[in-house]
Structure formats: C-alpha cells, structure tokens
C-alpha cells in the first residue's frame, strides 16, 4: 500500500509563474486596437478635388432658375434676365496626428506597431472629416450653423423635427421630445424633401444604431410581404437593411449628439440628398517621417486639409430620436 501524504511542496504552475519564474509572459505580434466607429458620410455627399489647387476658397456658382412665359401672337419672346449668387466654400480646417518613436523602442518593439499607427492616423483624420459633416446636419432647413458641434445643445437643431411623426419641431424644453423614427415619420421627413423639389435620386438615411435595432421591428422592412423572400432580401433571416423606400440606409456610431436643457441626450438621424453638402478635398491624408537627431527618435505626422459646407439647406432633414 502506497503511503499518503500532504502535497505541500508540489511544484505548481502558480509558483513558476510571474517575473522571477520559470514561466514566461508571450506577447502577440497581432494588434488589438480599439474597434472603429461606422464612418459613413464622406460617401455621401459631393466630392470636390482640389488636390494641387491654390488659394483658399472655392465659389460654385447658384444661378437662379427662370419661368416660362405665356407666348402671344404676333408678339415678341419675353427676355429672362438672369440672376446669378454663388455658393462660399473655405478650405481652413488642418488637423494632423504626429508620433515620436525613439529609436530604442522602434528596435524593440513589435514589427506590428509601425502598420497599426498609420493606420490610427487614417482612422483618427477620417473621423475629423466625418464629425464635420454630421454636423452639418443642424443647419438643415435654415438652423443656426454657429451652434452646430459633434456634442451641441438642442438650439444647434432649430429647424430639425422628431422622428416619431418627421413634422412636429424638435424642441429642447425640459427633457427634449425626440421620439425614436416610424414609417409615418420617414414618409414625412420623403415628403418635405419632395415638397422642395429635391431629387430623388442619390438620397440616403443615416441613423445609430439603436434606430437600426428599432427599424428592424416595424414589420414594413422586415416581412416577407414587403421585402421578399431569398437571400439578403430576408430581413428577419439576416438583419440587413437595404433600403426604405428605395433610399439606402447607413448606421453610424458617429451621430451627433443633441442635448436637451436637461442634458438628456438624443441622437441626430440625417436624411440627406448627396447635393445638400460637399467636402473639398486641397490635401488628402499624406504621411510623412523625420529623423530627430536631438531625441534620437523618428517624428511621424499624417495631416489633412480640407473644407466642408452646405450647399442646399432644403436638402436634407435632421430627425432627433432618443439615445436608448
């Protein structure tokens, strides 16, 4: 019979463990940056190239449409003069992401972290980009463009409207009135568009994702009766949203927040035709590395320079819906 005794002194994983052990720590080539927020609006609106250009405003002409005129008989055409504004465009807006890697950590660290930060530059200088155009959304339909910011009080968004019916007017007294959007609301908010004579063409929806999570109940956009049968037209089967009547819709992390008087927080739903606001491109994302000789260490900076504005305030809508 084998004798029974206390494993008092076994070797045990936890005790070759930690800094002075046995064990050793490994480190992953691979790396784990923070996940990205859904960058939607760049593709969304027009796009003007004015790579390699100089100077520092571009003017797009605006000439005002005429109307015709009954024609007489035995009378002369009625001439139409024509009016002519032109829309501003300013490229001032610079931001830049810059690094300084010492030579002792660039030998040493991971052959991965040199790809991972120029890719965080891109990330971080699209963002810029984006933001910019969201906000745009507060100064849809005439609101005040001097309060609109990423994170902005209720006043930004004068002229936006609920997304409950897409017509009452937003409101920040007290706690705010968003209300998360519905079919009705949507086919309002298609309405005032067309009411304005705006194309129909090249219209998109952008909402948060817990507008995405609501539109996937409304059982117009989901049932088979309205949305079809095979593949990706299946809705409950695979929770893609293609389109709503016939408009494409796009979910961004990115929203902008709209804060009520009692900082109650709601999100900004853009309903927009690609004409209503443009970015202009003067720099586009550039990389650029120095060699510091006095820190011993590689200066890496990526900028961009570009402009953003909105050309046709009646060309898009903002619906406030809550935040959760």
Not at 39 to 46: A, D, S
Not at 248 to 267: G, H, K, L, Q
């Amino acid at each position: 019979m084998s004798a029974t005794f206390a494993a008092t002194n076994a070797v045990t994983q936890a005790a070759l463990a930690g800094t002075n052990g046995f064990i050793p720590e490994l480190w992953s080539d691979e790396v784990l940056a923070a996940y990205k927020a859904n960058l939607v609006m760049p593709q969304l609106v027009t796009t003007l190239n004015f790579v390699g250009q100089k100077g520092d405003t571009i003017h797009i002409p605006r000439p005002a449409r005429g109307s015709a005129t009954a024609k007489g008989a035995a009378s002369a055409v009625t001439l139409i003069a024509q009016t002519v504004s032109d829309f501003d465009l300013t490229i001032a807006t610079h931001f830049e992401y810059s690094r300084l890697i010492e030579d002792i950590a660039k030998i040493q660290a991971l052959d991965s972290y040199r790809p991972f930060i120029t890719d965080d530059a891109g990330y971080a200088l699209a963002t810029e980009v984006d933001d910019d155009l969201h906000e745009l959304g507060a100064t849809f339909g005439g609101g005040d463009p001097t309060l609109a910011t990423k994170t902005t009080a209720g006043s930004a968004y004068s002229k936006a409207v609920i997304g409950g019916d897409g017509s009452t007017a937003w409101s920040q007294a007290s706690s705010g009135n968003g209300t998360t959007l519905t079919d009705a609301g949507i086919r309002r908010a298609i309405q005032h568009l067309d009411d304005s004579n705006v194309p129909s063409r090249m219209r998109s929806l952008v909402v948060p994702p817990i507008e995405k999570r609501k539109l996937m109940g409304i059982s117009r956009f989901t049932e088979q009766a309205f949305t079809g049968e095979a593949g990706g037209s299946n809705t409950i089967r695979n929770g893609l949203i293609g389109d709503i009547y016939g408009i494409p819709v796009y979910v961004s992390t990115n929203c902008a927040t709209v804060e009520a008087n009692d900082s109650t927080a709601y999100r900004a739903c853009l309903l927009v035709q690609k004409e209503a606001c443009v970015l202009a491109e003067q720099l586009r994302p550039r990389t650029q590395t120095q060699y510091k000789q006095e820190f011993l260490a590689d200066l890496f900076t990526a900028d961009q320079l570009y402009g953003v504005g909105l050309m046709r305030p009646e060309a898009g809508v903002a619906l406030i819906v809550p935040n959760a």
